[in-house]
């Protein structure tokens, strides 16, 4: 079983602090500054190329330039996990061009990075949380038009935002959506939670850090301020519902956390881990033990680096 | 007697436009007083201004010089100025226009088409169409065409279906403009009644009447047209 | 009861130019509670232009177009601020396209279409909105089995009455037509037409009526403007300008139609 790898990894000097140059980190910190005093609104800015291509996170990777320091200790998940191809790509890129720490436990990152998850372990108000947010317009499923969605905005216009959800329950006789769930933002704007399961939409309401969204092709910041109310929307008589699980997690037990489903093999065999790595190898070191823990075949897997 | 109609130097010219600016005279300086209870027919050959004057009184035509005046509950309003929403107002309460032509929405029930001036001064639909179906009973329309378009009908069952249609609110201002022009004995008869009885209540009535027979059964008076005929230079 | 009221709109020397180029001017009138008006001419008159000025959506080059609110407040609709025209649009108001694609949103079912003004004022609950929705359907003469249905699988008639059910369902007190009927067959028009007219009858609703088709403004106006080129040459009660028109144009007009 392998433990949180803390690495200090060695900056090439080649590069600016965090690749981007001064300016444009001001830049960024100036839109992350106006996301914040705007809870849920989408502050436009300059959005670079980065040496990736979109939909890997040039937003998040951005935003996380902007804010990051020589003493922070860097996590990336990517669908909860920390190995991912993705997840560690990012990690490298920042140990490459900012010799920061990284880690991938919850608890002792000062900066996460993520795509499409929240970790399962509170967050802290000395924790920052980066979305990676393809697209940042909950309005643009209904309306094309960007000029229109902004006026949408600007007047609270958001009855078009139940027009889908209405749709949901018509087709399926429940609220479907099931990620990118729309919420509501310190009572004013509507917002994309970015690709993340609804299952995580409570953990963003009154959440003690800080939570900043990039969306790199669309040019967009917003952000959550801590403690800021975070309501998911709905319809009195089809309120807001957490998704359940029969399963519990194969490895560690847990019935509470996001499970993925994991294909074993060709015959119809699978199970359900938990999404967040981090979270269940925490629960194991812990001596939580689910039902398949014993089983071989994944206990090899597990074990690889 | 209360007067109901007023008709106050009143002149009309139609101005041909399409053809060349072409001006019809139809009459002038024409003065008429019609009372409750009254039954004036119009006469005079062709082209004297019989139906124009009708069409005028009911604001259908442009009325150019003169007013026309028509008790509209205690006020006195002038067909010829008055505001569009006045005149619909007092077509509404006070003034039936019945012609041989019916004019309707295609689709709608002929029980609905006659109902509807009850309708449209706040009889309740049930009674409204109560009333409707005893008026078309007298005027045998055949209980099996009530729910259908008048638009397919005969042209007999037409003009009775308009005359339900101008009679079935008791207005006190009626203009029957040839009403029974294609009706056979017994449905001129019925029609006849119907002229009666709105006289009987008190009803100012100015009538088209080809027919020398239903002229005298109803009329109170004659008004000669001729008279106002604009005399040629 | 029609003029009782004070006026629900009212235009003062309304004018929009295109540049130089008139789209209308000095159109003037007054709009009463309850009643239909009709705005006809020839493509090119103007009638158009006019409605979107009086609707909002063109800004007047000069005069003013001043409505009364259901709060009973004047307001002139090209001075109030964006949230308050938003309500005013979805609440008082409704607009009625010829194409129903430019009413209707299509990519959500003929429910959602008929709901959405509700969720927009505020209505929260997915039950009562759904029963409003059959509830206008069936008003309009829409099977309430095909509510979950996109409105790409109607016809060109039942999206027509889709657009109505959508832009009455709030109640709205004044609604805009522009050419209802163009596009569809005669028989299908008849069948809209008297819809159109019990549903303004019977919710006593105001209406601006613009078309070149003047069997509808028989049957639905009380009155009308004739426009051309850009200007109203005649106004007046209806069955009068349509059947003893004054003007040269009314008259070629008049003379230009079959008589049915």
């Not at chain 1, 812990?286 to 074990?303: D, I, K, L, Y």
Request: glycine letters at 8%; proline letters at 6%.
């Amino acid at each position: 079983m392998s433990q949180p790898s803390e690495t200090q990894g060695a900056w090439d000097p080649s590069y600016n602090f965090a690749f981007l140059d001064e300016q444009t980190k001001r830049m960024i910190r100036r839109a992350i500054l106006k996301a914040v005093a705007i809870p849920g609104y989408q502050a436009p800015f300059a959005s670079r190329e980065m040496p990736m291509p979109y939909g890997w996170g040039t937003g998040g990777i951005q935003v996380t330039a902007g804010v990051i320091g020589p003493d922070d200790v860097l996590k990336v998940i990517d669908q909860g996990s920390d190995d991912t191809t993705n997840a560690i790509s990012i990690r490298k890129f920042f140990v490459r061009t900012t010799g920061v720490r990284t880690t991938e436990s919850t608890g002792d990152a000062s900066i996460i990075q993520t795509r499409h998850r929240i970790p399962e372990s509170p967050l802290r108000e000395d924790q920052i949380l980066v979305y990676q947010v393809p697209i940042p317009e909950p309005l643009r499923f209904l309306e094309p038009r960007e000029t229109e969605t902004r006026q949408m905005h600007a007047l609270e216009d958001y009855g078009l935002m139940h027009v889908k959800l209405y749709e949901d329950i018509a087709r399926h006789g429940h609220i479907a959506t099931s990620y990118a769930y729309p919420v509501k933002v310190a009572g004013r704007y509507v917002m994309d939670p970015s690709p993340t399961p609804k299952f995580d939409n409570p953990k963003m309401d009154r959440c003690p850090a800080l939570q900043l969204f990039g969306a790199g092709r669309e040019k967009r910041i917003y952000a959550i301020p801590p403690y800021t109310e975070v309501k998911s929307l709905d319809f009195d008589d089809y309120p807001f519902e957490l998704p359940t699980w029969d399963a519990a997690c194969a490895l560690c037990g847990d019935t509470h956390s996001f499970l993925d489903e994991v294909i074993l093999d060709d015959a119809g065999g699978r199970m359900f881990v938990c999404s967040d790595t981090d979270h269940c190898r925490e629960r194991r070191a812990n001596g939580h033990v689910g039902p398949a823990a014993a089983a071989a075949p994944f206990e090899t897997m597990s074990a690889a680096p | 007697m209360t007067t109901m109609l007023k008709i106050e130097q009143v002149a009309k010219t139609f101005t041909l436009h399409v053809q060349g600016g072409v001006e019809i005279s139809v009459f002038q300086g024409l003065d008429l007083t019609v009372d409750a209870g009254e039954c004036v027919v119009l006469s005079g050959g062709s082209g004297v201004g019989k139906s124009t004057l009708m069409r005028m009184i009911d604001a259908n035509y442009v009325c150019p010089s003169g007013r026309i005046l028509v008790r509209h509950d205690e006020d006195w309003v002038d067909m010829a100025s008055a505001h569009p929403h006045q005149i619909i107002e007092v077509r509404r309460r006070t003034i039936a226009y019945v012609s041989q032509f019916l004019r309707v929405v295609p689709r709608v029930a002929t029980l609905d088409i006659v109902s509807e001036p009850l309708r449209a001064v706040g009889v309740d639909a049930e009674e409204a169409r109560a009333r409707a179906a005893g008026l078309l009973q007298r005027l045998r329309i055949p209980e099996s065409l009530w729910s259908l378009s008048p638009i397919t009908f005969s042209g007999g069952e037409q003009q009775r279906v308009n005359i339900a249609r101008g009679f079935i609110l008791g207005r006190p201002v009626m203009l029957l403009d040839e009403p029974t022009a294609s009706l056979d004995a017994a449905n001129r008869e019925v029609v006849l009644d119907l002229i009666r009885e709105a006289r009987n209540r008190g009803a100012a009535i100015v009538g088209i009447f080809h027919d020398a027979d239903i002229r005298d059964a109803v009329s109170t008076r004659a008004f000669e047209m001729a008279h106002y005929a604009r005399q040629a230079a | 009861m029609i003029g009782a009221a004070q006026p629900i709109l009212q235009a003062d020397d309304v004018a929009h130019y295109y540049g130089r180029h008139r789209g209308c001017e000095h159109v003037s009138f007054d709009l009463f509670p309850g009643e239909v008006m009709g705005v006809v001419g020839e493509s090119g008159s103007g009638k158009s232009t006019l409605l979107s000025t009086l609707y909002g959506r063109l800004t007047p080059t000069a005069g003013r177009v001043t409505c009364r609110t259901r709060t009973d407040e004047s307001v002139d609709i090209h001075t109030i601020s964006e949230p308050e025209r938003r309500l005013l649009m979805r609440v008082d108001w409704a607009f009625v396209h010829q194409n129903p694609r430019d009413g209707l949103r299509m990519n959500v079912s003929a429910g959602a279409n008929v709901g959405e003004r509700l969720m927009a004022v505020g209505e929260r609950h997915y039950g009562d909105i759904r029963s409003k929705a059959i509830d206008w359907l069936e008003r309009v003469e829409v099977d309430a089995e095909r509510i979950d249905d996109l409105p790409a699988t109607y016809s060109g008639g039942m999206q027509q009455r889709l657009q109505i059910a959508r832009n009455l369902v709030t109640g709205p007190r004044l609604i805009f037509m522009d050419e209802p009927t163009g596009g569809l067959d005669v028989s299908v028009q008849a069948r809209l037409l008297d819809l159109l007219r019990g549903l303004v009858t019977d919710l006593g609703l105001s209406a601006i009526v613009v078309t070149h088709d003047l069997a509808v403004v028989r049957l639905l106006a009380h009155r009308l403007l004739v426009m051309r080129k850009g200007r109203v040459v005649e106004s007046g009660l209806t069955d009068q300008v349509l059947d003893d028109p004054q003007h040269p144009y009314s008259q070629l007009l008049v003379s230009s139609i079959l008589r049915t």
